[in-house]
C-alpha cells in the first residue's frame, strides 16, 4: 500500500473523467473502492491506464484487444471484479 496526498487523488478523479460514462463509473469505481489499497505495481498499472485512449480501455474490458503489457491485463480483470462486486452489494 502506498500513502497518497489528496491532491494526487483528486489528480486521479479528473483522469477517470471519460467520454463514455460507462469507463466513468468502472474506474472511478475502482480508483474510490481499490486504489488506495493496491500495490505499488497496480498503481502504477492505473496510471498507466489512464494514458489510454476511451476506444483502447473499452476494448480491454470487453475483451476484443489485448491489452499491451500483462499487469494492465491483470488491472483490467481487477476493475472489473471490484465492478461486479461492487453491484451484486446492491442487489
Known sequence: MVD?????L???LWRCRRGMRELDELLRGYL???FR???RTDQ???R???EASDEQIHAYCL???????PELAVLIDRILA?????AAGRC
Open 10 to 12: 483528486g489528480r486521479l
Open 44 to 46: 502504477d498499472a492505473f
Open 4 to 8: 497518497l496526498d489528496e491532491r494526487e
Open 37 to 39: 489499497s493496491a500495490s
Open 48 to 50: 498507466r491506464l489512464l
Open 63 to 69: 475483451g476484443s484487444t489485448p491489452p499491451p503489457a
Open 32 to 34: 474510490e473502492r481499490e
Open 82 to 86: 471490484s465492478a461486479a462486486g461492487a
